[in-house]
């Protein structure tokens, strides 16, 4: 397993490219399987999750090239296989989202249950649910989850939840079904519209992306279709954190006030000049930042996958903060490596209390998940000496090419290699 080793105290200044969207891609390579032609992905993000969705689709029989320069070609004309490999599944989640189009391809198919980061409890009830409701048998035995049909009917689907996950998967399901289905409460992230874009490419369709209704009215073939992945506004939230920890300013290519607003709020209120144009957004901070309290929420709330990076930022605010985590209740296993660098959190429940410190100390760490990693890094920037993170693949599963986009902007960063390797080096 991988380490990082960075230097803190370099104010970042600069500009990068945000990459393609993480989630957005996994979800939308997932709805490529219901397509017959090729179907084209461009600005796709080289990142772990992403080969192993790769993996995925090849495992199942699919012909998916990676061209470079963020090109992905997929073909699911013929899909050969109709059970997805455990060794896949456990690395991420959202490979358990090709179940349902699987299903309304084939009429068959068998998923294992998911894997991912430790971050909580994230039941696949909604998605098996929803699945059901559709006119499938479910089966969930010996860790796999098995579903047939003769044919899915569009249906009323209404989820206890507003899942993201959940929203995807029924809304790529009902595409092919046979008639209008009606998902109630459904999420309302930018990835929600974004995979309704790439499907209503492909021949679907679908109104009310994007808002707590979403309609699917079923049709008989989806063809491919050319399309290039949104930006990643975590991977921007993330850099614009890392600019007001280092006091920094840094420049944000190629993303949009709409998918940013939840958490540019945050950002002003603890003292950040945060300026948006249509596809900019720059960062600056040139003192402490004030400390603020944070709920997260399903959007338009603020993103739970940026709540551990603002951690990492209220640690060094001049005040006490609070933040509530109303997603997932695992997603504080960060506490413990951010208090190794000396920050005083104290965490109960859903609730962490973070009494901000002048300043951070570099320490040796732990990523115990993605988002982690990333809290991780923005400490260590903000921190003074160095420090070392281990378990890093995880950092990588989501963040392409963040060392190099890190070094761009001035910062002093690493990589170190794994015992094994420096005992190859050796020989």
Do not use: W
């Not at 370099?10 to 490219?17: F, Y």
């Not at 951070?360 to 982690?372: E, F, I, S």
């Amino acid at each position: 397993m991988g380490k990082l080793l960075l230097t803190g105290g370099a104010r970042l200044s600069g500009t990068i490219v945000s990459s393609g969207s993480k989630n957005g891609t996994l979800a939308i390579m997932a709805g490529a399987l219901l397509g017959k032609g090729e179907t084209v992905l461009r600005n796709v993000p080289s990142i772990g999750d992403v080969q192993t969705m790769m993996d995925m689709l090849r495992a199942l029989g699919v012909k998916c090239e990676e061209e470079g320069n963020g090109v992905v070609r997929i073909d699911a004309t013929e899909i050969a296989a109709t059970e997805a490999p455990y060794e896949l599944v456990k690395r991420m989640r959202a490979s358990f989202c090709v179940l349902g189009p699987m299903l309304a391809r084939k009429g068959y198919a068998k998923v294992a249950m998911p894997g991912g980061c430790d971050i909580g409890a994230r039941p696949i009830d909604f998605h098996v649910k929803g699945i059901q409701t559709l006119g499938a048998y479910v089966n969930i035995d010996h860790g796999f989850v098995e579903a047939e049909c003769e044919a899915l009917k569009g249906t009323q689907v209404y989820l206890n939840f507003p899942s993201a996950g959940a929203t995807q998967h029924i809304m790529t399901t009902a595409c092919l079904a046979e008639g209008v289905t009606t998902i109630h409460n459904a999420a309302a992230e930018p990835e929600i519209t974004q995979l309704a874009a790439f499907l209503t490419g492909m021949g679907a369709q679908i109104e009310g992306a994007g808002t707590s209704t979403v309609r699917v009215e079923g049709v008989d073939e989806l063809r491919g279709v050319d399309f290039e992945m949104p930006p990643d506004r975590m991977e921007a939230g993330t850099f614009a954190v890392a600019a007001v920890v280092t006091m920094g300013d840094v420049r944000i290519e190629r993303i949009s006030e709409e998918v940013v607003e939840p958490f540019v709020l945050k950002l002003r209120e603890v003292g950040a000049v945060v300026d948006i144009s249509e596809t900019t957004m720059r960062v600056r901070a040139n003192a402490r930042p004030m400390p603020t309290d944070i709920m997260t929420m399903p959007h338009p709330g603020f993103p739970t996958d940026l709540q551990q990076p603002f951690a990492a930022m209220l640690a060094i605010a001049d005040g006490t903060s609070v933040i509530t985590e109303n997603v997932y209740e695992r997603r504080f296993r960060y506490v413990s490596e951010l208090a190794r660098m000396g920050a005083e959190i104290k965490q109960e429940g859903r609730t962490a209390v973070i009494n901000g410190v002048p300043k951070l100390t570099g320490a040796q760490t732990t990523a115990y998940d993605l988002r982690a990693g990333a809290a991780l890094v923005c400490a260590a920037l903000a921190a003074e000496g160095k420090s070392e993170i281990s378990d890093i693949e995880h950092i990588e599963r989501g963040y392409e090419n963040m060392v190099e986009k890190l070094r761009s902007l001035g910062a002093q960063v690493s990589n170190l290699p794994n015992e094994r390797e420096k005992e190859t080096v050796c020989v």
